[in-house]
């Protein structure tokens, strides 16, 4: 079935680096655009970047951009999120999620990253 | 930057009540507006898309209207099981996507 699974989540100092994996199967990785969205802890959906689906274009929150990237293999089936820089208020679960059209469909099941000291 | 604003921030209803939410972009988005449900701890589930296209699967109870900057979604009859939280989403200036804050919908 399709699927997305998260990894590389936890605890890091501000200031630090960290990189998110996101496992796809079940479908044409390749195929499709990819984004990240994250929630902080009881707060709203914020979107943070997206990648097309051969890497050729990237873009990112306002929030993000300079820090994160996100880039991908696919010949792996694995899109990232390079954080660099984190803030506290970076803390969230980050969601990798599968474009449609301008929605999303296809949602992994989130890992959390807690920035702190 | 397309902001998005949603009302009310939360609401209590009775199970079988009508459940109205809307949505209001800052500019005209004409109908590149989505629906999600989320429940807690859970990852967001597409309900409509493109306003008022029920997504396959998504009970018909559900249904989305509207075009512009104005948009309702609408529960027709609540059920215990919608208990969530629900966002709407523009991508009228895709790649980038904009959430709205949220409607945390209790029953009463």
């Known amino acids: 079935q399709v699927q997305l699974v998260e990894s590389g989540g936890g605890v890091v100092q501000p200031g630090r680096s960290l990189r998110l994996s996101c496992a796809a199967s079940?479908?044409?990785?390749?195929?499709?655009?990819m984004h990240w969205v994250r929630q902080a802890p009881g707060k709203g959906l914020e979107w943070v970047a997206v990648i097309w689906y051969d890497g050729s274009n990237k873009y990112y929150a306002d929030s993000v951009k300079g820090r994160f990237t996100i880039s991908r293999d696919n010949s792996k089936n694995t899109l990232y999120l390079q954080m660099n820089s984190l803030r506290a208020e970076d803390t969230a679960v980050y969601y990798c999620?599968?474009?449609?059209?301008?929605?999303?469909?296809?949602w992994g099941q989130g890992t959390l990253v807690t920035v702190s000291s | 930057d397309i902001q998005m604003t949603q009302s009310p921030s939360s609401l209590s209803a009775s199970v079988g009540d009508r459940v109205t939410i809307t949505c209001q972009a800052s500019q005209d988005i004409s109908n590149y507006l989505n629906w999600y449900q989320q429940k807690p701890g859970k990852a967001p589930k597409l309900l409509i898309y493109d306003a008022s296209n029920l997504e396959t699967g998504v009970p018909s109870r559900f249904s989305g209207s509207g075009s512009g900057t104005d948009f309702t979604f609408t529960i027709s009859s609540l059920q215990p099981e919608d208990i969530a939280t629900y966002y709407c989403q523009q991508y009228d200036n895709l790649p980038i996507f904009t959430f709205g804050p949220g409607t945390k919908v209790d029953i009463k």
């Open positions: 999620a599968r474009d449609r059209e301008g929605a999303i469909l296809i």
């Open positions: 079940g479908f044409t990785f390749s195929s499709y655009g």
